[in-house]
């Protein structure tokens, strides 16, 4: 079975590589072909996207693809429209050609249509194109995935040296999956009949961003205070992140603190592709 992944060289991109080596053929389709190999100690096959995005799709002809690409925030030349959309759409498209029996999505809880936020719009149409398509398809929507690797740990690290407290939004809750968790999903999904569905990906306790945030400064062995607050607060402080050059919250993420990032019963979860959960703490 030869599977593809794009998004590979990423936090759960590493883990779901991992998870699948020794498992099946497994090529990343990636920009630093060297870089990638060598990440993976050479036990991998890669193939570059650097002047075309789907030339790996066409010349390997996959029996699975898996798109794990997204970003957190937007730059000039990559928003969401591109990173969210346009691009999974060129995958799904390519994938039809070529014969792909089975095209694996990470998207994201909240992913809506009518969403406020473009990252959740953006997934919610990228989900949609993929379900209309005509290929059979397994899509992920997980919570907050924590792993060592987390971009939490590193920008509390980064606000810390400059802040002597950190506000918590105290009525918004999350719950959180652990990676292994996430890579074990993808796993299942590559190696079984899974077809056509959707799976929300959570942990198996709620937690309010101030315990998470006390989880994030813990683990990293830092200590400052977690003063909780109205979520709106920080709607008060967008024009102050704004002027950062790397804004603790922008206007697109506080639109998907609107939601709770938990997991809405509406789909089948973690427990019912693996049978149980794993602390999404201990990792």
Do not use: W
Not at 192 to 214: A, D, M, R, S
Not at 223 to 250: G, Q, Y
Not at 260 to 283: A, E, I, M, Q, T
């Amino acid at each position: 079975m030869k599977i593809l992944i794009y998004g590979s060289t990423g936090f759960v991109g590493k883990y779901v590589v991992n998870k699948l080596i020794g498992k099946a053929d497994v090529f990343l389709a990636v920009r630093d072909e060297t870089k990638a190999k060598n990440q993976f100690n050479g036990k991998v096959k890669t193939s570059s996207i650097l002047y075309d995005l789907v030339a790996p799709i066409l010349e390997i002809k996959p029996d699975i693809v898996i798109n794990l690409i997204g970003i957190l925030r937007e730059t000039h030349d990559n928003t969401f429209e591109k990173a969210h959309y346009e691009i999974p759409k060129k995958l799904i498209d390519s994938s039809l050609r070529v014969g792909v029996s089975k095209f694996i999505q990470m998207s994201a809880l909240g992913a809506n249509l009518n969403s406020k936020s473009r990252y959740q719009k953006t997934k919610a149409m990228a989900e949609e194109y993929l379900k209309k398509s005509g290929l059979d398809y397994v899509i992920f929507r997980p919570s907050i995935i924590l792993g060592k690797e987390q971009k939490l740990f590193e920008d509390f690290k980064k606000y810390s040296k400059i802040a002597p407290f950190f506000l918590a939004p105290c009525d918004a809750k999350v719950q959180p999956v652990n990676v292994y968790d996430v890579a074990d999903c993808f796993e299942k999904a590559v190696n079984t009949q899974l077809k056509n569905q959707i799976f929300e990906l959570c942990g198996p306790k709620v937690i309010n961003y101030k315990e998470l945030f006390e989880f994030a400064l813990k683990y990293i062995g830092i200590k400052r205070p977690v003063i909780p607050v109205p979520k709106k607060t920080f709607l008060l402080m967008l024009p102050i992140f704004s002027v950062m050059p790397d804004p603790i919250m922008t206007l697109d993420q506080y639109y998907m603190l609107e939601e709770d990032n938990v997991c809405s019963g509406s789909y089948p979860g973690v427990k019912d592709l693996l049978g149980n959960l794993r602390d999404p703490f201990s990792f």
